[in-house]
T-cell receptor
């Protein structure tokens, strides 16, 4: 357990559904991240929040909508997803948004879009 | 843009033996950090070892060590005295001035008795 908790662990949703992924950290970190992990592909950085402000949106489709109400919580709201969006979604946090800072990851949410 | 390449999709090692996982990267920056992350079946990525590019000395963490060749842009991970608990996906990662972690595609390590 690294202090980053993601819920739910597994999610199956239809293409017309709306769901949200939740990430929580109580490590006192100021930066939080969403990554997408697909089979046989490198982890893809989706969003970065630093001190609750979004600092990075890596050309992610608008059907993914992040929300960071405070430094401890990060959400990823999902709507009208496609089957190719099925993947493991990982949340991470770090002390600061700096290159030498270790990132701590959650266990991910395995998302299946049917 | 920076890229990270792991050319070994799968590796296997016998318990107590040594294995080396390869990683190469491409960058035009001179100041950066390199990492090896481990992802066990529990799916939680855990930092194994970190190397600062400005340091010539190779990083070491217990049974884990790296061979950092800056000119060749190579960053391999050596696991000594392999244990069953070392079985996992291993990801090489890079971060530079853009402060974004760029990952390779990973190497699945199997540890056999």
């Amino acid at each position: 357990e690294t202090g980053v908790t993601q819920t739910p662990r597994h999610l199956v949703m239809g293409m017309t559904n709306k769901k949200s992924l939740k990430c929580e950290q109580h490590l006192g970190h100021n930066a939080m991240y969403w990554y997408k992990q697909s089979a046989k592909k490198p982890l893809e950085l989706m969003f970065v929040y630093n001190f609750k402000e979004q600092t990075e949106n890596n050309s992610v489709p608008s059907r993914f909508s992040p929300e960071c109400p405070n430094s401890s919580h990060l959400f990823l709201h999902l709507h009208t997803l496609q089957p190719e969006d099925s993947a493991l979604y990982l949340c991470a946090s770090s002390q600061e948004w700096e290159m030498n800072t270790e990132a701590f990851f959650g266990q991910g949410t395995r998302l299946t879009v049917v | 843009a920076q890229t990270v390449t792991q050319s070994q999709p799968e590796m296997s090692v016998q318990e107590a033996e040594t294995v080396t996982l390869s990683c190469t990267y491409d960058t035009s920056e001179s100041d950066y950090y390199l990492f090896w992350y481990k992802q066990p079946p529990s799916r939680q990525m855990i930092l194994v070892i970190r190397q600062e590019a400005y340091k010539q000395q190779n990083a070491t963490e217990n049974r884990f060590s790296v061979n950092f060749q800056k000119a060749a842009k190579s960053f391999s991970l050596k696991i000594s005295d392999s244990q069953l608990g070392d079985a996992a996906m291993y990801f090489c990662a890079y971060t530079g001035t853009a402060s974004k972690l760029t990952f390779g595609t990973g190497t699945r390590l199997q540890v056999t008795l």
